[in-house]
């Protein structure tokens, strides 16, 4: 964050009438009159009145302690004793009276009213205040400092007071402008890894497909492209360290539905693994750790549990407020990652209860801010995540297939390795503290840094605000929900309001939705647009290759549910690396990953599935980085027959006639020997 710190010397010159100061009392004098105050005298123990110090807290050697006990060390100090307790009463005539002692007392340093001594108070323009400083000579100079924390535009005034408390005017405005985040001096490469999506396979606008080649139709997706994989270590004390980040997380977050102050408040009290200095994620932290490899949820829940009991649209999870105004929060919004669908939203935040969100705390130092460089040659560099970017926008309108080939087609300042980049790398250089429909004039604009960036208004009218500006496509698919698993759709993050269908601001600029990837495709979500704005990107990759395809799970294809079934499967590594293998049963469960296993080594699993019915199994495969294949073609398995309690019974019969026929009697054997040949006969 660039804090930027300016030393404000202001004189402020009073004009002065006259001065005439009387002088306080000296030393002696005073001790005179407290000797004789109420003519009496000194002589009597009680009249000579101690009063206590006011200290209430122990000490060691270096820092506060509890009260020690008699006997222990440090015990015995000035806050375990109490005696006469200080009390005062103001006369409302410029003196004090100490009530113990009877002494009154001038009650300003200067009150005489000629203004010879002055205070300031500066106004730093951002709702905080230096409140009064002092005490100052009249015409001296005095010097205070301050942190803006947020970009923006500030007028800075300061206005005086004298000991009498008469205040002036303030003064002129002194305007101050904030327009960046950080310095690229501040911020070194590499500060700010954007994680990979983990989405490993490519599709069509409805379907999987082969991996395209360079040059065919819908090249340049997400899964073509490695760059840094997700990392994890889970420390066995309810916390998961993200090894590429250095963030701490919570692992089971609390399954209760808060509003946005309480799941602050929530993490601001947390202590857990050891540690008491918990917060709120930012947007961007929170979403770094989201899972598209599969979706539903997105998350990596071999090392994050999920706050429901099930997987569900329900999985919101706080993080950064929301500048603008929706048509749900009204000006009290604050955005949410759903780790159930995927989205980023902007929620209202004063919602609790079953309406209420989510909570993922977080430790360790942000991570997540941008350091931007104009390059001079229509690119702008993130220093922060070595990422490249296109400075203008495509300026109109494109299809995702449309926006794939505009990014692979693309040269630029001399480099032609342009892709579109996917949903983390775009949602990186989104601005918070922007919105067009922001209700601070100070926090008015797009989504993005204009100091940096050029973006294309939306023509007027194209939603309810005005400026506005448009949805951005990503490299990244996606489907609807489980129930609906074509992959239609591709995400986008909105640089401007994110509306409903009557065009009024509903999810924030800076939400991540998805559109539908063609005109007249499937509805997806709210008001489609289908043709969106592009900004290409580069670098950022991993050299690492991930494996190859696996083969196609090889084992039974029809069975008895209730039943174990073994499969096989292989992949090479083009690197020589380890292979890590994961099976997708097709019934809601998984195998986790298994491994390591050398490169082609065959790995063998066995798997049952409970119910009757057709099921698909898939297997991926990751080497030592981290980096994913795509998924295998899928091996078609039916389950047509169901392994019931009584044909478990004469299972049993069939494996122990001695035992059977000893405790059930021959009916029992006849009646097995009935079912097995009408069995064997199906």
Not at 304 to 329: C, I, R
Not at 356 to 381: C, I, P
Not at 451 to 468: H, S, W, Y
Request: a negative charge; charged letters at 20%; glycine letters at 10%.
């Amino acid at each position: 964050m660039n804090k930027k710190i300016f030393a404000i010397g202001v004189i402020v010159l009073l004009l002065l009438g006259s001065i005439s100061a009387t002088s306080g009392c000296t030393q002696e004098q005073e001790k005179l009159l407290y000797s004789n105050n109420n003519n009496q005298t000194t002589t009597t123990q009680e009249n000579y009145v101690i009063v206590d110090t006011g200290q209430n807290s122990c000490f060691d050697d270096t820092q506060t302690i509890s009260f020690p006990e008699s006997g222990e060390s440090f015990y015995g100090q000035d806050a375990q004793y109490y005696s006469n307790q200080p009390s005062y009463q103001a006369n409302d005539d410029g003196t004090v009276t100490d009530l113990n002692t009877g002494l009154m007392w001038q009650q300003s340093f200067d009150h005489n009213g000629d203004g010879d001594i002055v205070y300031y108070w500066f106004d730093w323009g951002d709702n905080t205040n230096s409140g009064w400083l002092g005490l100052y000579e009249s015409g001296e100079i005095v010097t205070t400092s301050h942190i803006w924390d947020s970009k923006g535009n500030y007028e800075l005034k300061v206005k005086a007071k004298d000991t009498d408390g008469a205040q002036s005017e303030w003064s002129d405005s002194l305007a101050i402008s904030m327009p960046k985040i950080v310095t690229v001096s501040e911020v070194s490469s590499g500060d700010y890894v954007v994680i990979d999506t983990g989405q490993n396979s490519c599709y069509d606008n409805s379907e999987e497909i082969s991996s395209p080649e360079s040059g065919e139709s819908f090249y340049g997706q997400d899964a073509q492209y490695y760059s840094n994989q997700p990392s994890y270590q889970a420390n066995d004390d309810g916390t998961v360290t993200d090894l590429n980040t250095g963030l701490m997380w919570q692992q089971t977050p609390d399954n209760r539905g808060l509003s946005w102050q309480e799941a602050a408040d929530y993490c601001e009290t947390l202590e857990l693994g050891g540690y008491d200095d918990w917060r709120m994620p930012t947007t961007k932290e929170m979403f770094s750790i989201s899972d598209f490899s599969q979706g539903w949820p997105y998350l990596d829940t071999t090392y994050f549990d999920l706050a429901g009991n099930s997987v569900s649209k329900d999985e919101q999870y706080w993080a950064d407020p929301y500048v603008g105004t929706t048509s749900q929060g009204g000006s009290n919004a604050a955005f949410g990652i759903n780790h159930g669908t995927g989205h980023i939203k902007a929620y209202p935040a004063l919602v609790s209860g079953p309406m209420g969100n989510y909570v993922r705390a977080v430790r360790g130092e942000s991570y997540s801010f941008n350091a931007f460089v104009d390059n001079g040659n229509g690119t702008v560099t993130d220093m922060a995540t070595g990422l490249m970017w296109q400075q203008v926008d495509s300026g109109v309108g494109l299809d995702w297939e449309e926006a794939l080939s505009y990014a692979e087609d693309l040269t630029l300042a001399d480099h032609s390795d342009w892709r579109l980049p996917n949903v983390k790398e775009l949602q990186s250089i989104v601005d918070y503290t922007k919105s067009p429909s922001a209700y601070d004039d100070a926090n008015l604009g797009p989504a993005i840094d204009t100091d940096f960036f050029d973006i294309t208004e939306l023509p007027e009218g194209t939603t309810n605000t005005n400026p506005d500006y448009g949805y951005y496509w990503t490299s990244t698919s996606a489907y609807f929900s489980p129930q609906d698993p074509s992959y239609y759709y591709a995400w986008y993050v909105a640089f401007g309001t994110a509306v409903n269908n009557e065009g009024v601001d509903f999810h924030g600029a800076g939400g991540v939705r998805f559109d539908t990837k063609v005109k007249g495709g499937p509805e997806g979500e709210d008001a489609e647009r289908s043709y969106n704005y592009v900004r290409c990107v580069r670098g950022g990759l991993s050299d690492n290759q991930a494996p190859e395809k696996p083969e196609t799970p090889d084992g039974p294809t029809s069975g008895d549910s209730g039943t174990e079934y073994t499969y096989t499967s292989s992949a090479s590594d083009p690197d020589g690396e380890q292979v890590y293998y994961w099976f997708n049963w097709d019934d809601g469960s998984n195998s986790g990953w298994l491994g390591p296993y050398d490169s082609v080594d065959i790995v063998s699993v066995s798997h049952v599935w409970d119910l009757r019915g057709s099921y698909e199994i898939r297997v991926k495969a990751k080497d030592e980085s981290g980096a994913q294949s795509e998924w295998s073609d899928p091996l078609p398995v039916s389950m047509p027959k169901s392994k019931s309690t009584i044909s478990q019974l004469f299972q049993f019969i069939e494996e122990h006639p001695v035992i059977s026929l000893t405790s059930g009697g021959i009916s029992i054997v006849l009646l097995f020997t009935i079912w097995k040949i009408l069995h064997d006969k199906n």
